[in-house]
């Protein structure tokens, strides 16, 4: 494991920055995942900046610090923030090993199995977490890339049922999703929770024609939420609920996914879904969750 360590930081430092890496490969790089596009996903470059400097620090920290499951998960969620998300993997795997009975290994190494697309892998080690915390009080989850206000608005617990529900819907499991995004601690007490989990929940209920439960879903959801860091979700949430009409809508990659399914269970065009879709897969983040949702849907209903 020290071995790797060293690697990954000789590796990082002599990289330069390239944003347009995702899609090519380079035989020099860490091929992180095969998109279900088909699309290879390569480790990215790295440049000098805040987030390096992060990581190093929670290197240095972990190498002074190796009996503590805090300095290891830090160094983990580092290192997955810079792209190699097959290497976070690795680490969360050694704290598995090292701290048995702490789920926020299990949370975060099933969070890098979304990523590198193992959806089965991330639905097992979250039902493991699950296990870990039952009777356990929650506790709130620092983040790793603060909002604005550095208020922390997630929980450990509500993070685990969240990544749960999220990888039930891309394996379209909707009703496992649905049991796990109606889970008490992941619409918490602030407005970002409700319109997070009400964005997946919406479109969980109108995919199992669940009319009554989504109108209900949409009954806080208001113009005036205050909302510190979701605002795509809110935005969603307020489309969904005819606040806002489609033309009103900002597109970023959450709205371009929402409006393509909308088109799919509200108007029944797949035409016009599949033009919505394509933009998600142009522009997007091929990590974020919408296009990770765009994909699983796409491959579904046009391959």
Known sequence: MKKLLIISILVLCSCQSNQN????????????????????LVSP?????????????????????????????????????????KEAITIFTLGIKNFPN???????????????????NAISDFKKALVLIDGAQDQIEPDGLPNKQNIPLTTLH???????GLAYYLKNDMNNASLAFNDRSVTHKYDDNIVSSAHWLYMIYKRQNKIEESNRLLEKISMDMDIIENMSYHQTSL???????????KIDEVALYSIANWYIYEKKDTLKAKEYYEKLFENGNPYSFAYLAGEADFIRIYK
Do not use: M
């Open 158 to 164: 509500g993070n685990i049922w969240y990544h749960l």
């Open 45 to 85: 470059d790295i440049k000098e900046g805040k987030s390096f400097e992060q990581f190093k620090s929670a290197q240095i920290n972990y190498f002074e610090n190796k009996n503590s499951p805090e300095a290891l998960i830090w160094y983990g969620r580092r290192v997955a923030y810079l792209g190699y998300y």
């Open 21 to 40: 890496s995702f899609k090519s490969v380079n035989p020099n790089k860490t091929i992180e995942t095969i998109t279900l596009l088909g699309d290879t």
């Open 102 to 120: 702490d789920a926020r290994f299990y949370r975060h190494r099933g969070h890098r199995y979304i990523s590198t697309r193992q959806y089965d």
């Open 239 to 249: 489309f969904h609920k005819g606040l806002i009409q489609e033309s009103e809508v």
